[in-house]
């Protein structure tokens, strides 16, 4: 059984900087890619950033592209997001998701990640 918990969320000013986490536990997983969503009030979930579990090949939503860096750390069975120069309109809920090992997935689409954490909140004030 595999469980995702993220972490790091908090409430911020413009321009501040936040990094969250998401631990992975369980036995014997192993996973195409790990991705990030959000969620704000009233919008759909929104594709943030992925990154490869074999490759590090990193994937990013141009909304974020330049503030925004996923990284992962196999030993420790995370995954990251360092976000920076933060603006309202990135105020929502984090949620990391890990799609199982596969050929192919399109890590753009949150319908294809098999696993979810619980989400972490990031509010950002102007």
Do not use: H
Request: net charge neutral.
């Amino acid at each position: 059984q595999v469980q995702l918990v993220d972490s790091g969320g908090g409430l911020v000013q413009a321009g501040e900087s936040l990094n969250l986490s998401c631990v992975i536990s369980g036995r014997g997983f192993s996973f195409y890619a790990m991705g990030w969503f959000r969620e704000a009030p009233g919008k759909e979930r929104e594709f943030v950033a992925a990154i490869r579990w074999s490759s590090s090949n990193t994937y990013y939503a141009d909304s974020i592209k330049g503030r925004f860096t996923v990284s992962r750390d196999n030993a420790k069975n995370t995954v990251a997001l360092q976000m920076n120069s933060l603006k309202p309109e990135d105020t929502a809920v984090y949620y990391c998701a890990a799609i199982e090992d596969i050929s192919f997935a399109n890590v753009y689409s949150w319908r294809v990640y098999d696993y979810w954490g619980q989400g972490t909140q990031v509010t950002v004030s102007s």
